[in-house]
């Protein structure tokens, strides 16, 4: 059965006069709708039929689970739309109950899913590989990856404070990192990998200091630091505020990251069925967020305080400036591990290892659990990776 957003496409299209009586019971019942309730349609007003439309839960054993996100990264925000439009009551077995555990940073979420204080987490790459790697804690296990950026227009951001030079590129605003204070989000993480890596290939001379993203704002504002690696949406926040201005993104490198969905090895093999579940709910959420920006960012706007609408729809559905040599795909609804993103995984794991984050360089057997995704997209007949998020100008956005 397909996602009922695309039915309402096919009603909208009634609705507007562009479609048949004719046309749109057979579009329909193709969809998966019954007869009777198309054609009961026709003689209602609204968008009843959306509920007909709905699918029933599955079977299975029910569960009472807690999920942690942090909205503060786009990459928790299928997390967010999951709880919002309650979409795990779809696909979770009737009778499951979801508590929810949220925050401004990841690492609680990482040390609750260690704890057994939640089954379900989403965190960036990074952190969530160097979760798996704590067996002797807990069982823990990537089973998508829901978001992924070739373009590093998520994580790979890099500020300067106002009253830097105005570059004509970033060879030019690397040279000047040289000998400079830069702001680093956390050790280990996506921006200390991309950071790291500058400082080594062009042999910068520079102090890093690794600061909380909130306080990356505050440093910048008060000179304290002089340049900033920070993450979406508080990049679009930092320049929507005048705190200071993008310098570059891991664009001209084709930089990789994204953000994981890890589960305990013990929920999964206790409750198969919603562990699938879940990833199917991500899978509509992602769809939703492909289709819906600004209803998206008014679901997250409810979990993040302080974060105008337009600092949300900028940090994911936002154009870069035309001089960042950015790409149009600021992201992309991944899901799935294909071959890009496997390599891109061993690869973040051999970086852990020489910072010292990891005491392995290479994931433990059985850490990328494919099965539960693989299930999924087919059961859903769905294609990956869903889509793209596309840069649009800030003229779009009409919240």
Known sequence: MRNPDELDEIIGEYEKGRMDRRTFIKKAVAMGLTLSSATAFLSTSGRMVRDAFAQTPPAGKPVNITVGYFPSWVGGWSGVVIRHRELWKKYLPAGSKVDWD???????????????????????????MIATTKRNIADLRIVEFNMFTNTGQMCACLLVRNDAPQ????????KWLDGKKIGVSGKGSCGDRFVSGLVKKYNLKAEIQYLDPTIVKTSLQSKKIDAAQSFQPHVAQIM??????????????????????????????????????????????????????????KMVAQDLPGFSLKDLWMALYGKYPDNLESKENNAIAQVGFDKNVMDYINEAFTFLHSIGATTINKPLPGAIYTDLVNQAVKEMNVKIPLGYFKGRPASEFKG
């Open 102 to 128: 949220v925050h401004v940073v990841g690492a609680p979420v990482a040390n609750n899913l260690l704890a057994g204080k939640l089954q379900i987490g989403y965190l960036g790459d990074a952190p969530g």
């Open 167 to 174: 570059f004509k590129n970033s060879d030019e605003a690397i």
């Open 240 to 297: 929507n505020g005048g705190f200071a201005r993008i310098a570059f993104t891991g664009t001209k490198w084709d930089w990789q990251e994204g953000n994981v969905i890890l589960m305990r090895k013990d929920f999964i093999d206790a409750y198969p069925d919603a562990a699938k579940g879940w990833i199917k709910a991500d899978i509509e959420a992602l769809q939703f967020m492909l289709k819906n920006p600004l209803e998206t960012v």
